[in-house]
Structures are given as structure tokens and as C-alpha cells.
């Protein structure tokens, strides 16, 4: 029963992640205007582990959605979702799990991806008219888990979904610096940095907290189209104080 409840809650994520892809590219121009800002974002990164597990940064890939509203001329509300967020390590120093274990495996070397639904809630603040720093809690929930085992003295590979040596949430920091080309908001650079404060390792004792690098582009949805809007806003009002 768990399962299925589970299912039917990532059946229900997927549908809605998607339909809110499909109303930012509708109706971007709608969410955008002089305070907000609502976009994609598209990250390139790295994702590894803390804490007693030895492992190495994996490249990793994500997409999502950013709003930005601001508060006053420094503060700003700055949540982020994202459909597709990459977990995981290369090279890390755990065993085979033990109903698999066999004379074939001597030594290994894993790799492991997972995929996560995530959602960050942030506040930024502006230190110049280009520059914003942001910073909040995030929260996390796992879709697919894949680790690669290879033997390093017999050659030998497996691939296994072990959904049970991980747990299903995650939680934790986010701290970003952002860029914008233009002092008005616009297109964005940015570097950002996650630490998970969840033990997520339920396979063994060590301790395992995600920390995943990204490096994004955010592309603003339908900015242009509102910008014209104002201004032909402005000039309507204009003329009619004129008249």
C-alpha cells in the first residue's frame, strides 16, 4: 500500500511539474513584471558526499523553474523548483550489498545517480545593481536511485536499484550568487552550493550528506513581451494626461 501511495504521489509530481513547464512558456509574460521575474533555469554540476564516506564528484545535470519578487531595493523572495535535480558520487568506498556479495568481487569501485524532485525557498539580497546573493533551506525528494559496481581485480560490472539504502527525503542549506547582464533583471549566470543535513545512508552507519555544486543559466519567460506591455501601458497613460 505504501508503494502504490508512493507511485501515485510521483505520477502526480511528473503531471505537474510538466503542465507548469507548459504555463511558464504560455503565459511567462503574465508572471513578469517590475517586481517579479519568473523564468528557467538550466545548471550544470557536481555532486558528491560528506561526512564517513569516501567518494568523488560526479558531473550532473539539472533543470527547473526560478520566480524572483522583490521586496524592497535590496530583499527579494527567490523560491526555485526543479523537476530534475542529479545526486550521487563516483568512486565512493562502500561494499556490495551482502546478498550480492561473491568470490567475482574482491574489490569495488561504485558510482551512484539519483534523481531528485526539489524545491528551495530563498531570500536574496542585492549588493550592487548586477550582483545578488541568496540563501535558504531546501528540501528534496528522491524518484530513481541507479549504483554502478565494478571489480577492479576481475573485470566484473552490476548495476542495481537498491531504492532501500537510501532514504526517500533530503534536506538541507542552499547559498547562491547570482549575476544579471543587466541592472534591470534579464538574463543570469549563477554558482550555487547545496549541503544536505539528512543522513541519507541507511545501508551502513557512515554518514552521508549530499553536496552538490551547480553552475546555471536563468532565461526569463515572456520578459520582453511584458516590458512592452508597460511601456505601452506608459504611453497610453501619458497621453491621456496629455489629452
Same mark, same amino acid.
Given at each position: ?137 531546501? @528540501?528534496? *525528494?528522491?524518484? $530513481? =536511485? ?8 576481475? !573485470?566484473?560490472?552490476?548495476?542495481? &536499484? ?43 552507519? @557512515?554518514? *552521508?550528506?549530499? $553536496? =552538490? ?8 519567460? !515572456?520578459?520582453?513581451?511584458?516590458? &512592452? ?15
Amino acid at each position: 500500500m505504501k508503494k502504490a501511495l508512493l507511485l501515485l504521489l510521483l505520477c502526480l509530481c511528473v503531471q505537474k511539474s510538466y503542465s507548469q513547464f507548459l504555463i511558464a512558456l504560455v503565459f511567462g509574460d503574465k508572471l513578469n513584471s517590475g517586481r517579479a521575474e519568473f523564468g528557467l533555469t538550466l545548471a550544470a554540476g557536481l555532486s558528491s558526499y560528506t561526512g564517513g564516506v569516501s567518494a568523488n564528484y560526479r558531473p550532473s545535470l539539472c533543470f527547473g523553474m526560478y520566480f524572483s519578487y522583490k521586496l524592497n531595493d535590496k530583499f527579494s523572495l527567490e523560491p526555485r523548483f526543479y523537476p530534475k535535480y542529479n545526486g550521487g558520487a563516483n568512486k565512493m568506498t562502500i561494499g556490495l550489498p551482502e546478498k550480492y556479495q561473491s568470490d567475482a568481487w574482491d574489490t569495488t569501485s561504485v558510482s551512484q545517480k539519483i534523481n531528485y524532485f526539489a524545491f528551495t525557498a530563498m531570500v536574496g539580497y542585492k549588493l550592487t545593481d548586477h550582483l545578488k546573493v541568496c540563501l535558504g533551506p531546501q @528540501a528534496m *525528494m528522491r524518484t $530513481s =536511485i541507479l549504483d554502478y559496481y565494478s571489480s577492479d581485480d576481475k !573485470g566484473s560490472e552490476l548495476k542495481l &536499484k537498491e531504492d532501500d539504502t537510501r532514504t526517500r527525503f533530503d534536506a538541507g542549506g542552499t547559498i547562491s550568487l547570482n549575476y544579471h547582464f543587466s541592472k534591470n533583471g534579464g538574463l543570469s549566470i549563477t554558482a550555487e552550493y547545496y549541503q544536505g543535513m539528512v543522513n541519507i545512508n541507511k545501508a551502513t552507519d @557512515a554518514a *552521508m550528506h549530499n $553536496s =552538490i555544486f551547480q553552475f546555471a543559466v536563468g532565461i526569463p519567460v !515572456g520578459a520582453g513581451k511584458a516590458k &512592452k506591455k508597460a511601456a505601452a501601458k506608459t504611453e497610453m497613460t501619458n497621453e491621456t494626461s496629455d489629452d
